[in-house]
Protein backbone atom coordinates (compact mmCIF):
# COMPACT_ATOMS: atom_id res chain seq x y z
CA UNK A 1 0.00 0.00 0.00
CA UNK A 2 1.37 3.58 -0.83
CA UNK A 3 0.39 6.31 0.33
CA UNK A 4 -0.26 9.50 -2.11
CA UNK A 5 -0.70 12.72 -0.02
CA UNK A 6 -0.60 13.21 3.53
CA UNK A 7 -1.73 16.13 5.76
CA UNK A 8 -2.60 17.28 9.15
CA UNK A 9 -5.35 19.21 10.38
CA UNK A 10 -6.35 20.40 13.87
CA UNK A 11 -8.88 18.39 15.88
CA UNK A 12 -10.22 21.95 16.86
CA UNK A 13 -10.78 23.21 13.63
CA UNK A 14 -13.38 20.59 13.18
CA UNK A 15 -14.54 21.15 16.48
CA UNK A 16 -15.22 24.67 15.82
CA UNK A 17 -17.06 23.75 12.72
CA UNK A 18 -21.08 23.74 13.06
CA UNK A 19 -22.37 20.76 12.80
CA UNK A 20 -23.30 20.95 9.02
CA UNK A 21 -19.95 22.58 8.89
CA UNK A 22 -18.21 19.05 10.05
CA UNK A 23 -20.10 17.26 7.73
CA UNK A 24 -18.98 19.11 4.45
CA UNK A 25 -15.36 18.59 6.23
CA UNK A 26 -15.61 15.13 6.72
CA UNK A 27 -16.90 14.72 3.06
CA UNK A 28 -13.94 16.80 1.99
CA UNK A 29 -11.33 15.16 3.74
CA UNK A 30 -12.89 11.26 2.82
CA UNK A 31 -13.32 12.91 -0.77
CA UNK A 32 -9.66 14.45 -1.24
CA UNK A 33 -7.83 11.15 -2.65
CA UNK A 34 -5.82 10.03 0.74
CA UNK A 35 -4.56 6.67 -0.04
CA UNK A 36 -3.27 5.88 3.31
CA UNK A 37 -3.91 8.09 6.08
CA UNK A 38 -5.06 11.36 7.56
CA UNK A 39 -3.64 12.50 11.10
CA UNK A 40 -5.49 15.06 13.05
CA UNK A 41 -3.44 16.02 15.53
CA UNK A 42 -3.99 18.99 18.16
CA UNK A 43 -3.63 22.53 17.28
CA UNK A 44 -0.08 23.11 18.40
CA UNK A 45 1.48 20.67 15.39
CA UNK A 46 -1.20 21.23 13.09
CA UNK A 47 -1.20 22.98 9.85
CA UNK A 48 -4.02 23.25 8.16
CA UNK A 49 -6.02 21.25 5.15
CA UNK A 50 -6.69 23.47 2.02
CA UNK A 51 -8.97 20.82 -0.05
CA UNK A 52 -12.19 21.71 -1.32
CA UNK A 53 -14.45 18.57 -2.49
CA UNK A 54 -18.50 18.39 -2.01
CA UNK A 55 -20.35 16.12 0.10
CA UNK A 56 -21.54 14.43 -2.46
CA UNK A 57 -18.35 12.84 -3.95
CA UNK A 58 -18.55 9.59 -4.66
CA UNK A 59 -15.94 8.39 -3.12
CA UNK A 60 -16.90 10.27 0.12
CA UNK A 61 -19.83 8.17 -0.35
CA UNK A 62 -17.63 4.92 -0.98
CA UNK A 63 -15.40 4.95 1.56
CA UNK A 64 -14.58 2.23 4.45
CA UNK A 65 -12.55 4.56 7.26
CA UNK A 66 -10.90 3.16 10.28
CA UNK A 67 -10.43 5.67 13.41
CA UNK A 68 -7.29 5.52 15.46
CA UNK A 69 -7.36 7.39 18.22
CA UNK A 70 -4.21 8.10 20.62
CA UNK A 71 -4.46 11.67 22.62
CA UNK A 72 -5.81 11.21 26.24
CA UNK A 73 -9.16 13.02 26.33
CA UNK A 74 -8.78 15.59 28.66
CA UNK A 75 -5.66 16.90 27.20
CA UNK A 76 -6.52 16.68 23.22
CA UNK A 77 -9.99 15.94 22.91
CA UNK A 78 -9.19 13.40 20.02
CA UNK A 79 -12.18 11.17 20.97
CA UNK A 80 -14.31 14.30 20.87
CA UNK A 81 -12.81 15.27 17.65
CA UNK A 82 -12.45 11.56 16.43
CA UNK A 83 -16.68 11.15 17.66
CA UNK A 84 -17.30 14.28 15.32
CA UNK A 85 -15.60 13.64 12.32
CA UNK A 86 -17.15 9.77 12.48
CA UNK A 87 -20.61 11.03 13.00
CA UNK A 88 -19.92 13.36 9.98
CA UNK A 89 -18.27 10.53 7.96
CA UNK A 90 -21.29 8.72 8.21
CA UNK A 91 -23.77 11.09 7.52
CA UNK A 92 -22.00 11.71 4.13
CA UNK A 93 -22.41 7.88 3.37
CA UNK A 94 -18.72 6.48 4.35
CA UNK A 95 -19.20 3.57 6.39
CA UNK A 96 -17.15 3.36 10.03
CA UNK A 97 -15.16 -0.24 9.97
CA UNK A 98 -13.45 0.05 13.10
CA UNK A 99 -12.56 2.57 15.88
CA UNK A 100 -9.22 1.59 17.61
CA UNK A 101 -8.56 3.21 20.71
CA UNK A 102 -4.73 3.11 21.51
CA UNK A 103 -1.90 4.85 23.87
CA UNK A 104 -3.94 7.65 26.16
CA UNK A 105 -6.97 7.54 24.35
CA UNK A 106 -8.70 4.09 25.66
CA UNK A 107 -9.36 6.49 28.57
CA UNK A 108 -12.27 7.01 26.55
CA UNK A 109 -13.56 3.98 26.74
CA UNK A 110 -13.86 3.81 30.97
CA UNK A 111 -16.71 3.48 32.49
CA UNK A 112 -15.62 6.32 34.91
CA UNK A 113 -15.01 8.93 31.68
CA UNK A 114 -18.77 10.04 31.95
CA UNK A 115 -18.07 11.71 35.11
CA UNK A 116 -15.46 13.87 33.51
CA UNK A 117 -17.16 14.75 30.68
CA UNK A 118 -16.38 11.61 28.34
CA UNK A 119 -17.71 10.14 25.06
CA UNK A 120 -17.99 6.73 25.94
CA UNK A 121 -21.38 6.26 25.62
CA UNK A 122 -21.76 8.47 22.67
CA UNK A 123 -19.69 6.26 21.04
CA UNK A 124 -21.32 2.91 22.05
CA UNK A 125 -24.65 4.73 20.46
CA UNK A 126 -23.16 5.57 17.17
CA UNK A 127 -21.03 2.33 17.26
CA UNK A 128 -24.33 0.50 17.96
CA UNK A 129 -26.59 2.73 15.12
CA UNK A 130 -24.30 2.27 12.59
CA UNK A 131 -22.41 -1.38 13.26
CA UNK A 132 -18.85 -0.80 13.71
CA UNK A 133 -16.35 -2.12 16.18
CA UNK A 134 -14.98 0.02 19.26
CA UNK A 135 -11.91 -1.50 19.83
CA UNK A 136 -9.38 -0.42 23.00
CA UNK A 137 -6.00 -1.93 22.65
CA UNK A 138 -4.93 -4.54 25.20
CA UNK A 139 -1.54 -3.49 25.90
CA UNK A 140 -2.77 -0.07 26.30
CA UNK A 141 -5.61 -0.81 28.88
CA UNK A 142 -3.76 -3.37 31.48
CA UNK A 143 -0.52 -0.35 31.30
CA UNK A 144 -3.34 1.62 32.47
CA UNK A 145 -5.44 -0.28 34.60
CA UNK A 146 -8.37 -0.66 32.51
CA UNK A 147 -10.03 -3.95 32.37
CA UNK A 148 -12.88 -6.01 30.66
CA UNK A 149 -15.71 -6.39 32.92
CA UNK A 150 -14.55 -3.71 35.61
CA UNK A 151 -13.80 -0.29 34.47
CA UNK A 152 -14.44 -0.87 30.68
CA UNK A 153 -17.37 0.96 29.36
CA UNK A 154 -20.12 -0.92 27.32
CA UNK A 155 -20.18 -1.26 24.18
CA UNK A 156 -15.98 -1.52 23.93
CA UNK A 157 -14.06 -4.41 23.08
CA UNK A 158 -9.95 -5.52 24.20
CA UNK A 159 -8.29 -6.90 21.47
CA UNK A 160 -4.79 -6.84 20.06
CA UNK A 161 -2.68 -4.83 17.74
CA UNK A 162 -3.24 -7.45 15.42
CA UNK A 163 -6.99 -6.11 14.92
CA UNK A 164 -6.01 -2.47 13.88
CA UNK A 165 -3.28 -4.29 11.32
CA UNK A 166 -6.97 -5.66 10.08
CA UNK A 167 -8.91 -3.29 10.16
CA UNK A 168 -6.13 -0.83 8.18
CA UNK A 169 -5.33 -3.87 5.41
CA UNK A 170 -9.86 -3.70 4.99
CA UNK A 171 -10.21 0.15 4.59
CA UNK A 172 -10.00 3.03 2.01
CA UNK A 173 -8.67 5.51 4.84
CA UNK A 174 -7.13 5.28 7.76
CA UNK A 175 -7.66 8.60 10.01
CA UNK A 176 -5.53 9.38 13.14
CA UNK A 177 -6.25 11.89 15.92
CA UNK A 178 -4.36 12.85 18.51
Known amino acids: MSCG ?9 LLARPLRGRRQFAAELLASGFACS ?19 DSIAKA ?3 TLLVQGA ?6 DAAA ?9 AGAVVHRVFFYKDAIYAASRFARD ?13 E ?4 LAVCV ?27 EAMEASDRVVTFG
Open 38 to 56: LALTTPASAAHYHGRMTES
Open 73 to 78: PRATRA
Open 139 to 165: AAAERRGIVEGESLAAGFAVVGLGQMV
Open 5 to 13: QSSTVASSE
Open 83 to 91: LAFARAAVH
Open 130 to 133: HGFE
Open 63 to 65: ARI
Open 116 to 128: EGGTAEAWAKLAH
